[in-house]
């Protein structure tokens, strides 16, 4: 498949690495090519120079928001929270229209101190706020409650079994995302309903975040046992 | 142990019975003794009126909030979130100095229809309130990311290998939580740190919530896979 990758942070070079490596035709997408490439210095995580991690990654191609929405289908959005609104916007509407959004970003919001807290939550969420922002894109929430080493690795932990989350109005798009998750490894993939329900695992960020620092490692996820 | 329970609900009833079954001394309190005990109708949750479930627990003692306080070491906090505060200040402040409150409520907002809203999360919790309004008491949040049958039975699913989570200031009092815990057959019980962190637990309703609805039965729980 064609997929576009938005965001060039861990997340977005995590999962675009992995859906080349299965063999899809990915391309990643970023506010500036030109300027994200030219970069010699790590971003503030610490990840490497783009331009330098790209020479590891002959297959993947880099673009602009736009011409990495044009490209694929389906879509990641992979931007930060506080910037995804924005990205898409830069993708354009027209260029969504139809397509497949998989939105695994978190509206975290920093600005407080850490950790974070959610600038939306409990009565509306990010995946909602796209889809509404988007309407005739095609949004799924998932992936969202993981550190990005287990999205794209579930066997990384206990032979997979442990849980990831679907939330979308479109039950033909859930079902080609759950087709991807699984190509990714992951057996127990649960739709929690409609994209209203992505309240759950973003709200869901409170508890991981509390966990990462009492378990000293993002290597580590839920398990819905029933 | 001399334990106190406040609240008559499905949680402060199920916590009730087990604690008595496990050899403690309970009293359960609640607002009015004498009117809850002469109520002759099911409550709005369909348990029994409390006066003929009493009937079933001869060992269970019943009184007034304050009574309930008085009691016992530890207390528990089984009531409603939305009425917590108040009942705890029936219970009254002395009466809780220096004692272990074990906090299981949740704070829901049924006025925006269903599901449930919460009325304060992310940067702050109901545990915290909590702490705040009775600072001399040692407030350990527990227990309430579960349907209060598996609260007092994990080995009802999957041999116990799910998770329970404590979050308090004091470490001796979630010591003696942990070992009360233990009691009921919990074997993963992880501490998230201070009373703040009770912020996740609580924002974990979010995603209870929404899996409650998916997979149809409140029988599940959440085990942290690392």
Redesign the interface.
Known sequence: MKIGVLGTGTVGRTLAARLSELGHEVMIGTRDPAKSRARTTPDAYGNLPLGRWLESQPRLKLGSFAEAAGHGDPVVNATQGSASLEALEKAGTTRLDGKVLIDVSNPLDFS?GMPP??FV???DSLAEQIQRDFPKTRVVKTLNTLTAALMVDPWR??QA??SV?L?GNDAGAKQAVRELLASFGWKDI????DIS?A?????????????Y???D?P????????
Chains 1, 2 share one sequence.
């Not at 869901?204 to 975040?209: M, R």
């Open positions: 407080r807290t959610l939550k409990d009565s932990l206990d079994e442990h989350f939330s649960i739709d929690l309903g329900t309240r759950g695992p973003e709200m869901l960020l409170g508890a991981w975040l509390r966990l620092s009492a378990l490692t290597l580590f996820n839920v398990k819905v046992v029933r």
